[in-house]
């Protein structure tokens, strides 16, 4: 897989029926340690961060890399959907090359059951999916977390293989932006 760089970025700020993905900027910055300091959100994630470590340790412009989106609802940041590469030495590789990316996103609470997750998530693929053509992106979550693997579901992705990790069940994902030929 190419790098994600290789695609122009940033990318202009995509734009869905009520949301704007688009770069990070330093305005941000409050949202980024609430989402990492929130225990609601960090339920499946293995726990939330100390608030006052993240306050010393995010960074003035936090998120700033290629694939990573600010999802923004009427100017305010509620969350962040990043689609990255995978690297080969991570486990649970759909390919052994580790030629593929994965989908990550974290929501505030509050913006939780409006289907700002689902709408932000299939922009940000279909970006990917036009930028890196045939190249498969990966979703893991644990089994328990319900919503999580509903919008899973909803977004295309199907089973590659559950597995046992955090002592916990994890469950692993693929979506593909083109149907192989039969």
């Known amino acids: 897989m190419t790098e994600l760089a290789v695609a122009a970025w940033p990318v202009a700020p995509i734009r869905t029926e009520r949301l704007v993905l688009r770069e990070s900027e ?36 936090p998120g700033r890399r290629p694939g990573l989106f600010v999802i923004e609802l009427d100017g305010a940041m509620i969350g962040i959907v990043e689609v990255s590469r995978r690297e080969a030495e991570r486990r649970g590789n759909v390919r052994p090359d580790a ?33 890196h053509p045939r190249v498969p992106v990966v979703v893991y979550t644990q089994t328990a977390n319900a919503r999580s693997m509903r919008l899973a579901a909803k977004l295309g992705f199907t089973e590659v293989q559950r597995f046992e990790k ?10 593909s932006p083109v149907t192989p030929p039969a």
């Open 26 to 61: 330093a305005r941000d910055r409050a949202a980024f340690i609430e989402l990492f300091a929130s225990s609601d959100v960090h339920t499946y994630l293995g726990g939330p961060q100390p608030r006052d470590e993240l306050e010393h340790s995010v960074p003035e412009t």
């Open 99 to 131: 030629g593929e990316a994965e989908l990550s996103y974290l929501f505030l609470p509050e913006a939780w059951g409006r289907g700002y997750a689902a709408e932000a998530c299939a922009a940000a693929l279909d970006w990917f999916g036009d930028a």
């Open 166 to 175: 955090w002592d916990a069940e994890q469950w692993m994902g693929e979506w």
